[in-house]
């Protein structure tokens, strides 16, 4: 088990709602990643945080965003929820800067109905 | 897009065989990673093979890159019930250390 805990683990959604996921960090990390894992499919990079910043981003649109605090740990957002945003949300935590593995938790299962 | 391309899509295997998965990737890479993943759960670090490396071990496992075919491939030898997962690999980007994931290999190993 990693030290990368993921809250809640399942969520159901109405098509249109906001909802928040939450993250803490491996201890020692200070970056965190965030992908989106259609059932079927490989995990998808939504954007990373690094020192509270937004770090780069995948193909996702505006209403994704995300947040990180001091202690490392982040939150992903998701505005006007569409059916098409039912996953598993994946949090990873790594460090800035290193060409070394990242430390996932064990997700969010998010069903939009 | 997806970096990363695993193959076979899907693997089944008799309890104590051997179990080969391979992965093909586009750009060059610093280094290449191997993932597993249990039923919808999250993933776990198996092995992260540099470019400059061209076979690495851990355990039951055995990992290959050959960077001129742009290829690696993950072997797991005498595999146990306890192997059915699917297995990713995943490469960072140059510039920012993301990683992009290809659509996974799933391997059910039968009792």
């Known amino acids: 088990e990693t030290g990368v805990t993921q809250s809640p683990t399942h969520l159901i959604k109405t098509r249109g709602q906001q909802v928040t996921l939450r993250c803490s960090s491996q201890?020692?990390?200070?970056?965190v990643s965030w992908y989106q894992q259609a059932l079927g499919q490989g995990p998808q990079f939504i954007f990373q945080?690094?020192?509270?910043?937004?770090?780069g981003r995948g193909n996702f649109p505006p209403r994704f965003s995300g947040l990180q605090f001091p202690n490392y740990s982040s939150e992903l957002n998701v505005n006007a929820l569409e059916l098409d945003d039912s996953a598993l949300y994946l949090c990873a935590s790594s460090l800035a800067g290193t060409w070394t593995e990242a430390f996932f938790g064990q997700g969010t299962r998010l069903t939009v109905v | 897009s997806q970096q990363g391309e695993e193959d076979p899509q899907a693997l089944s295997i008799q309890e104590g065989e051997n179990a080969t998965m391979n992965c093909s990737y586009k750009t060059s890479i610093n280094n290449l990673q191997w993932y597993r993943q249990n039923s919808g759960r999250g993933l776990v670090h198996l092995i992260l093979?540099?470019?400059?490396?061209r076979e690495k071990h851990s355990g039951r496992l055995r990992v290959t890159l050959d960077t001129s075919k742009k290829s690696s491939s993950l072997l797991i030898t005498a595999s146990r019930a306890a192997d059915t997962a699917s297995y990713f690999c995943a490469t960072p980007r140059s510039n920012d250390y993301k990683l992009s994931f290809g659509a996974g290999t799933t391997v059910t190993v039968r009792a």
């Open positions: 945080y690094y020192r509270e910043e937004e770090n």
């Open positions: 093979i540099r470019s400059n490396e």
């Open positions: 201890s020692g990390h200070n970056t």
